[in-house]
């Protein structure tokens, strides 16, 4: 009986449930806005608590199909996203690619440039620029070098060292000169900046210099010329007669470029001293050159009065004979002397009474201050500051002065001094 009644009941209630799903079926569908409504309104009742069946189960269908739709954008998304990503992995590689190889090129062009450039424009040459001798380097020398380039130059330096580099490669004239001396050789000039060294045996050369000597008592000019290597003749000038003879013969003077006058020349060309003097103005101004030392100061002061003013009343020859042994550190004004000695130099003046040069219109090479006997008073001493080498030009040729010279008094400083002072002229 029991199972019979449970059988009735249950049949009854899917019989309800059917025919209440055939109502639902037969209802025409609302419009969407009444669907929100009632969406909307079939919410929790606050009075009942109650919530209603259909509307949860629409949320969650909606809910479902926001969720496989944002589902489906994202992944979207993500599908874009990546592709973007992977274009503009693949853009910024490839840029940076170009780039680098841009980069590269760049490069390898500029160091093609420049291997260029070395291989072809950039070389040098170097060395010591050496008197006749090859024993003596000298300083102040001019050093030329034509090349395929152009003309460059260098002046050797106190140890007569020199460096021209930026040559076109090839072959190129050397020329180095000083004063009357020089020499010219062909050089080759690697490429690649290799600097090439002058050998040691390219020295200045005396060539067609010719030079005379009128010797003195208290002088020896011609161990200097010795010691560089250069040939001379003499005349004894101690012999009385022997110095006018060849100063009076305007022709043999003008036979020699270089003639030197040593301190201790017998006096007696004094007695032809108009003849003697024009000989030498003319000889200077045609080109020739002219050194005396010390007590040759006459020569100077007879053919030049206005370039040297020597100390005491300088009209009369011996005036300024007042000069007192000792050393004297005098400041070296030339720059090529000084970038042999130094600024200052070590003169022995080991004999007392050599001639004192108060100033100089002349350019002074070598000056400083020392102790004179004066005038006045030989017993009371004077300190004066003047020249002690000095040098002027006139027409064509040169004239140089020492108060000092090499006989005996001679320091190294004072050698190299009158080494440079004879090569300069």
Known sequence: MRLLFLSVVITGLFACASDNTLDTLQIPPAPEADADTDADSDTDDPGTGTRDI??????????????????????????DSDTDSDADSDADSDADSDADSDADSDADSDADSDADTDTTTDGGLDGYVCAPSGTTNIS?????????????????????????????????TLTLTKGSFSHTTTVTIQAGGVVTTLPATECLEQNDVSIMVVEGEWDDIGSVLDTLGLTYDTVD????????????????????????????????????QAAVTTNIQSYVAAGGSVYASDYAYWFVEASYPSQID????DTFFGEPMLGMEGYITANVVDPSMAAIVGPTAQLNM???????????????????????????????????????????????????????????????????????IVLSL
């Open 237 to 272: 000038g101690t012999v009385p007669g022997q110095a006018a003879s060849f100063l009076t013969n305007p022709t043999l003077m003008g036979t020699y470029d270089i003639i030197f006058f040593n301190c201790g020349i017998d006096d007696g060309w004094m007695t032809q």
């Open 54 to 79: 259909d509307a949860d189960a629409d949320a969650d269908a909606d809910s479902d199909t926001d969720t496989d739709s944002d589902t489906d954008a994202d992944s979207d998304a993500d599908a």
């Open 350 to 420: 080991d004999l007392g009474y050599w001639v004192v040069m108060q100033s100089a219109t002349a350019t002074t090479l070598v000056s400083g201050t020392f102790d004179v006997e004066d005038p006045l008073d030989w017993w009371n001493t004077l300190s004066v500051t003047g020249p002690l080498a000095v040098r002027f030009s006139v027409g064509q040729g040169d004239v140089l002065y020492t108060s000092f010279h090499n006989e005996q008094q001679s320091t190294f400083a004072m050698d190299r001094l009158l080494e440079d």
């Open 310 to 313: 020597f100390f005491g009343d």
């Open 140 to 172: 102040g020398a001019r050093v030329e070098v034509v090349h395929g380039g152009g003309v460059a130059y260098d002046v050797s330096d106190g140890d007569g060292y020199f460096m021209i580099t930026g040559l076109q490669p090839g072959p190129a």
